[in-house]
T-cell receptor, first 118, second 113 residues
Framework: DAGITQSPRYKITETGRQVTLMCHQTWSHSYMFWYRQDLGHGLRLIYYSAAADITDKGEVPDGYVVSRSKTENFPLTLESATRSQTSVYFC?????????????????FGPGTRLTVT | SQELEQSPQSLIVQEGKNLTINCTSSKTLYGLYWYKQKYGEGLIFLMMLQKGGEEKSHEKITAKLDEKKQQSSLHITASQPSHAGIYLC?????????????WGLGTSLAVNP
């Protein structure tokens, strides 16, 4: 039971390059999220997806592109990486725990990708 | 826009001591989630509170949501080195959709043996 995985775990890239971070979950959760975590800013939502082919912007979407052709995958692409996008990126997924509460939408996080843009 | 304030920002305690972390909002919280993050790792879900006055416990960790649903506390009893890490609160700010969470900046906890 892999749960939610992210790849790569570490990435160093140069300014201007395109980078894609992968996220895969095995729970068939409908919702998936991409966050970045930076010192002093905490977790900030980049994009989220309610289902396959449905995506929406979060708090800091500029410079990022997402797609979700399959329920289990939610890749995040930096079209032209900038130094300000150096960060730790977390993917998360969320279902609903109907057996406890239909409104309990806790998110389950991947291990993160540490991205450095030089 | 709604913000979540966590206090204290960091905490160092001696093993065996009790401690409390707070999470406060200026607006009503629709679902309050507590997570723990070990350094360099992802977030682990601890507990979720929804109803005013609700209290939940898991092992030595107890979380409460006040009646107004604007403040939550996380209490650790008889702390252990395994409790060390960053504790984050997240909350839904919209009654209609609390899938999108806003997050506090976290409280860093160190437990000295």
């Amino acid at each position: 039971d892999a749960g939610i995985t992210q790849s790569p775990r570490y990435k160093i890239t140069e300014t201007g390059r395109q980078v894609t971070l992968m996220c895969h979950q095995t729970w068939s959760h409908s919702y998936m999220f991409w966050y970045r975590q930076d010192l002093g800013h905490g977790l900030r939502l980049i994009y989220y997806s309610a289902a396959a082919d449905i995506t929406d912007k979060g708090e800091v979407p500029d410079g990022y592109v997402v797609s979700r052709s399959k329920t289990e995958n939610f890749p995040l692409t930096l079209e032209s990486a900038t130094r300000s996008q150096t960060s730790v990126y977390f993917c998360a997924s969320s279902g609903s725990r109907a057996r406890e509460s239909p409104l309990s939408y806790e998110q389950y996080f991947g291990p993160g990708t540490r991205l450095t843009v030089t | 826009s709604q913000e979540l304030e966590q206090s204290p920002q960091s905490l160092i305690v001696q093993e065996g001591k009790n401690l409390t972390i707070n999470c406060t909002s200026s607006k009503t919280l629709y679902g309050l989630y507590w997570y723990k993050q070990k350094y360099g790792e992802g977030l682990i879900f601890l507990m979720m509170l929804q109803k005013g006055g609700e209290e939940k416990s898991h092992e030595k960790i107890t979380a409460k949501l006040d009646e107004k649903k604007q403040q939550s506390s996380l209490h650790i009893t008889a702390s252990q080195p395994s409790h060390a890490g960053i504790y984050l609160c997240g909350a839904g700010g919209n009654a209609g959709n609390n899938r999108k969470l806003i997050w506090g900046l976290g409280t860093s906890l160190a437990v000295n043996p």
